[in-house]
């Protein structure tokens, strides 16, 4: 009974889960790992997090600095561009806005780099990361987030495409234009809204 209501919420039209964009079907608990270098071993006595480029003052934290901010937590979906979204996610970590209202981003700042201890890199419009929808996120489901999955900390865009989520992530960079970061140079598209469809170049 509960496993025909499932299939058929799953199913088209308006049996269709509405938490599910375009194109996407349900991985359930399944969680795939989507990773274009190898998986680091970053140790956090070391590890620092940045905000540089267009702000008033360019600010790092450690391990430890990033935790005595205040905790922020995503409760909701995630959304891969190969297809699969991912329901029922609890992250916690700490908001982009708290650590945007220490560096204090310059009126000139439209857009990021998001950065990775790896080289991977992500753009996005400032806007796609203030007011409540980004985080560096540290635990998933109240665990340490998994090295695979970007431990110890990666950048968490919940409302793009999941390529916008930078695992491994080291640190923001603020510019006045846009740069398009790993994927995007290679045919991703520049925003990636999942409920637009925005997967490729065109799209
Ligand atoms: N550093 C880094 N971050 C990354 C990637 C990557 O290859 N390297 N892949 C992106 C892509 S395409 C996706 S779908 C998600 C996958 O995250 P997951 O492996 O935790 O599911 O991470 C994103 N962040
Ligand atoms: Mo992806």
């Known amino acids: 009974m509960v496993g025909g209501f499932t299939r058929g919420f799953k199913g ?3 049996n269709r889960d509405p938490r599910l964009p375009p194109g996407q079907y349900d991985t359930g608990k ?24 267009l702000v008033e003052r360019p600010t790092t934290w ?3 600095e990033i935790h005595a901010l205040p905790p922020s937590t995503y409760s909701g979906a995630i959304h891969c561009v190969t297809t699969w979204s991912k329901f029922d996610m609890v992250f916690g970590g700490v908001s982009i806005d708290a650590l945007l209202e220490a560096a204090g981003p310059l009126p000139s700042a439209t857009h990021l780099l998001a950065t990775c201890h790896t080289g991977y890199t992500t753009n996005l419009p400032l806007e796609d990361v203030t007011g409540g929808k980004a985080w560096v996120a540290w635990e998933v489901d109240g665990e340490p987030l998994p090295r695979a999955h970007g431990g110890p900390a990666r950048l968490l865009v919940p409302h793009l495409y999941f390529w916008k989520s930078a695992k491994w992530v080291s ?18 598209h520049d925003r990636g809204d999942p409920w637009l469809e925005q997967r490729y170049q065109g799209d």
């Not at 399944?30 to 480029?53: K, V």
């Not at 640190?171 to 991703?188: A, K, Q, S, V």
């Open 30 to 53: 399944r969680w795939p790992t989507l990773t274009a270098e190898a998986t680091p071993t970053l140790d956090t006595a070391t590890w620092t997090f940045g905000i540089d480029g």
């Open 171 to 188: 640190g923001l960079t603020l510019l006045d234009h846009d740069e398009p970061g790993f994927w995007e140079r290679n045919g991703y």
């Open 62 to 64: 450690t391990w430890d």
């Open 12 to 14: 088209r039209g308006k």
